[in-house]
C-alpha cells in the first residue's frame, strides 16, 4: 500500500516570492507521482508527473517538481508566485505496471498568495 | 475533446434521505471512471471505480453505492443519508487500457451537505 504526507496544511507567501510546497511519499513498490492542483469550488487538474527519465519535471504554469528516490520526496516548486496561484495542491501516487490507475492523495496544502 | 459533467452542482439534504449524484463523459469511448469525496480539512478518498459498464469496484465500506448504467454514465447513491455523508464529491475519467501513469480528469464537483 501507498501513503502520501503533505505536512503542511496552508503555506502563506507573498507575490513574486519563491514557495516550495513539500510530498513525502511512502511505498513498497515503485510508484508514478503527480501533484494536483484544486481552484476554489473547483474541480482537480494536473499540474505535472513524474514518471521516468530526469528528475526535475516542469509543469504548466511555472511549477516545477523534484523527484528525490532516497529521501521519497516529490517537492513542488515555484521560482515566483503569483496571486492566481492561490488554491489547493494535492501530491498523489500510482503504483508502476498496473493496467489501471488508482491515485493515492496527500491531505493537500493550501497556498495563500497575497500582495 | 473530452468534458466530464456532473450535476447538482450542489445538494442539502436531511439526514436519512436518499442521495443521487450523476457524472456523465463526453468525447470518449469506454472510460475508467472514478466517484471521490472530499471532506474538509482531508485528502481525496477514493470510493469507487468502475472499468466497464456494470463492473464496480468499493474501496471504502460505506453506506454509499455506485453504478454505471451506460458506457459513460456513474450514478453515485444512498438509501439514507448521514451527517458524515457531507463533502464534497468528485467525479473522474481516465483513457481506459492506458496503465497507471495517465492523467486523471475531474468534474467541476458536487458539494453535498447533510443537515
Known amino acids: 500500500a501507498q501513503s502520501v504526507t503533505q505536512l503542511d496544511s496552508q503555506v502563506p507567501v507573498f507575490e513574486e516570492a519563491p514557495v516550495e510546497l513539500r510530498c513525502n511519499y511512502s511505498s513498497s513498490v515503485s510508484v508514478y507521482l503527480f501533484w494536483y492542483v484544486q481552484y476554489p469550488n473547483q474541480g482537480l487538474q494536473l499540474l505535472l508527473k513524474y514518471l521516468s527519465g530526469s528528475t526535475l519535471v516542469k509543469g504548466i504554469n511555472g511549477f516545477e517538481a523534484e523527484f528525490n528516490k532516497s529521501q521519497t520526496s516529490f517537492h513542488l516548486r515555484k521560482p515566483s508566485v503569483h496571486i492566481s496561484d492561490t488554491a489547493e495542491y494535492f501530491c498523489?501516487?500510482?503504483?508502476?505496471?498496473?493496467?489501471?490507475?488508482?491515485?493515492?492523495f496527500g491531505t493537500g496544502t493550501r497556498l495563500l498568495v497575497s500582495p | 475533446s473530452q468534458t466530464i459533467h456532473q450535476w447538482p452542482a450542489t445538494l442539502v439534504q436531511p439526514v436519512g434521505s436518499p442521495l443521487s449524484l450523476e457524472c456523465t463523459v463526453e468525447g470518449t469511448s469506454n472510460p475508467n471512471l472514478y466517484w471521490y469525496r472530499q471532506a474538509a480539512g482531508r485528502g481525496l478518498q477514493l470510493l469507487f471505480y468502475?472499468?466497464?459498464?456494470?463492473?464496480i469496484s468499493s474501496e471504502v465500506p460505506q453506506n454509499l453505492s455506485a453504478s454505471r448504467p451506460q458506457d459513460r454514465q456513474f450514478i453515485l447513491s444512498s438509501k439514507k443519508l448521514l451527517l458524515s455523508d457531507s463533502g464534497f464529491y468528485l467525479c473522474?475519467?481516465?483513457?481506459?487500457?492506458?496503465?497507471?501513469?495517465?492523467?486523471?480528469?475531474f468534474g467541476p464537483g458536487t458539494r453535498l451537505t447533510v443537515l
Open positions: 468502475s472499468v466497464g459498464i456494470g463492473q
Open positions: 498523489a501516487v500510482s503504483e508502476m505496471n498496473t493496467g489501471f490507475q488508482k491515485l493515492v
Open positions: 473522474a475519467w481516465t483513457l481506459p487500457g492506458q496503465g497507471s501513469y495517465n492523467e486523471q480528469f
